[in-house]
């Protein structure tokens, strides 16, 4: 048993004593709502012989109710005054057979046989009290009395009656028989639950009692006497309780571990002393050791020293030229933003002439145009004057056949106005003599010799017309040669105009790249400035640094000094 407790816990012993009560109350729990529901039964069953027993007495009540009404009829003297006597002998056989219905219902099932009879007693009297007021409404009271008023009437009744009290005494003793059955189990019931809770207390005074002597204070009764010899000074004692899984056996290892740990602080002495001596041996060798860092330590610093200055001087040199760069990169800047806006101007100047020159190109090509029409239009008027001349020579031959032919000249006139129509400008003066022709064709018959003096006018005429129009037309020619000339002209100016155009264009491009190369320059420069910067405040700091472990190292090593004579 020891061996059981020992392998449990204080709290698993404390667990399993709770455990015991809680199955105690566990059972006087089921015990106690056991005998609440036997309780419920007996309880229901009371309930259900009190009902009965009250419509036991209502039965009763109403058959005294339907028995008095009953007189009323036969007294009455017509069936009107006996009409409220049977309105209320009606009410009361209503109720009547209501009370019988819910009483039948209240009746268990294993007395469902004997309330039979009752029930057709009940009906047997409901019936005959309904045939009564019919008689005493219908025939008089008279009927009604001879119906009812007789000794096999009354002996029903009594016989209803007498089922009614019989039924009444069995409800009475059933209900007095089951408040003494509940008052029994009640005794009982109460008398198991008191022996089952002292039954439970008694074994749980005895469970703890059991294992508080058994489980705890013996063990540690045990262990109190092994403290108090390590307390002793004596390390070769042996400590119970090692091997148990309780508080107990954790009180007992850490027992244990305090008497090893004294062993061990024992033997840690004695070697102590023996380790004394080596370690001032070895605080000498460290002292040598130390003293070679420093100088190891002082030439090293010393390089970083050197290396710090060239450092500095070489970012001080980078600032310099990253000014200067700096400088030279916004000339060239300036340089190259006025470079590229003249750029820009010529350029515009050049699209500007190569827009102008598409102008002059196409007012040419109109104009050779307008000339080639010209010179198309005096061809034709050369040809019609040509023909004019002819005319007026022979109308010099033939001016004595003008009276004949007077009729026809108003036709040739009509032909020399179409002429003069087609030779536009040129042929006004030909309208004008058409225009004549056809005055003279109306005054035939006046003067021949005007007829041969205006013909003689119109060849002269004719013949300076001739000569105008080929004038004209040589000068149209050479309007043609000098369009075709400046259109040529103007072609290849256009084609270099073109070439300027495209070069001034590629010359802006560039001065663009220049500008943004400078641009670059100039950021180059900054960041250029920016690194030597920050190389002198790194130096800066690097020198700070350096100064800082010198320190630290200075102090580390008269720290470490100091610890090797303490441990000395």
Same mark, same amino acid.
């Given at each position: ?105 209240? #009746? *268990?099932?294993?007395? @469902?046989? +004997?309330? &039979?009879? =009752? %029930? /057709?007693? !009940?009906? $047997? ?113 042996? #400590? *119970?309780?090692?091997? @148990?899984? +309780?508080? &107990?056996? =954790? %009180? /007992?290892? !850490?027992? $244990? ?312």
């Amino acid at each position: 048993m020891d061996r059981i407790l020992g392998r449990m816990t204080i709290t698993i012993k404390s667990a399993l004593l709770i455990v015991i009560m809680a199955v105690v109350a566990l059972i006087i729990a089921v015990l106690s709502y056991d005998g609440l529901m036997v309780s419920e039964r007996h309880g229901e069953t009371m309930r259900n012989a009190s009902e009965r027993a009250t419509y036991g007495e209502r039965a009763n009540g109403l058959v005294m109710s339907v028995v008095s009404d009953s007189r009323g009829i036969y007294m009455s003297a017509d069936s009107a005054k006996a009409e409220k006597f049977a309105v209320t002998l009606m009410a009361a056989l209503d109720k009547l057979g209501e009370t019988m219905a819910a009483w039948e219902r209240a #009746v *268990p099932e294993a007395q @469902r046989a +004997d309330f &039979v009879p =009752v %029930m /057709a007693k !009940a009906q $047997e009297f409901i019936a005959f009290r309904s045939e009564l007021v019919r008689l005493g409404r219908t025939e008089g009271p008279a009927a009604a009395r001879a119906y009812g008023d007789n000794d096999a009437n009354r002996a029903n009744r009594k016989a209803f009656n007498d089922q009614l009290e019989k039924l009444a005494v069995q409800n009475a003793a059933a209900v007095e028989a089951g408040v003494d059955a509940m008052r029994d189990f009640h005794d009982g019931r109460l008398l198991l639950l008191l022996g089952v809770a002292a039954a439970g207390i008694l074994l749980g005074l005895a469970a703890a009692g059991f294992v508080a002597i058994a489980g705890i204070g013996r063990p540690l009764g045990r262990i109190s006497g092994a403290m108090e010899t390590i307390a002793a000074g004596t390390d070769d004692v042996t #400590v *119970p309780g090692t091997d @148990r899984r +309780d508080e &107990v056996g =954790v %009180m /007992a290892r !850490a027992l $244990e571990v305090l008497r090893g740990a004294q062993a061990t602080a024992r033997r840690l002495g004695e070697e102590r002393e023996r380790a004394q001596v080596e370690r001032l041996k070895r605080a000498e060798a460290l002292e040598r050791r130390i003293q070679g860092f420093d100088r190891e330590v002082v030439s090293i610093l010393s390089e970083v020293d050197k290396a710090i200055r060239h450092l500095q001087d070489t970012a001080s040199t980078m600032s310099g030229l990253a000014d200067d760069l700096r400088g030279r990169a916004g000339s060239s800047a300036a340089a190259a933003e006025e470079t590229s806006a003249n750029v820009q101007t010529v350029a515009a100047a050049a699209e500007e002439m190569a827009g102008t020159l598409r102008e002059i190109s196409n007012q040419v090509v109109r104009s050779t145009d307008v000339a080639a029409k010209a010179s198309a239009q005096a061809e034709g008027a050369d040809q019609t004057i040509q023909s004019l001349a002819e005319a007026a020579g022979r109308i010099g031959d033939i001016v004595r056949l003008i009276e004949d032919i007077a009729g026809q000249t108003n036709l040739l006139a009509l032909n020399a106005t179409i002429e003069a129509a087609r030779a536009g400008e040129a042929g006004k003066g030909f309208a004008v003599v058409a225009g004549e022709v056809k005055s003279l064709a109306g005054q035939t018959g006046k003067a021949t010799a005007d007829i041969a003096a205006q013909i003689s006018a119109i060849q002269a005429a004719t013949e300076r017309s001739v000569e105008a129009f080929r004038a004209i037309g040589g000068t149209i020619d050479n309007i043609n040669e000098i369009s075709t000339t400046i259109a040529s002209a103007v072609e290849e100016q256009t084609a270099a105009t073109g070439e300027i155009a495209r070069n001034v264009q590629q010359a802006a491009v560039g001065s663009q790249e220049v500008s943004t190369t400078v641009s670059q320059v100039n950021r180059a420069a900054d960041d250029t400035g920016t690194a030597a910067r920050s190389l002198a405040q790194a130096t800066d700091l690097l020198s700070a640094q350096a100064g800082r472990l010198r320190h630290d190292i200075d102090a580390f090593l008269t720290d470490m000094r100091n610890q090797s004579l303490s441990a000395a």
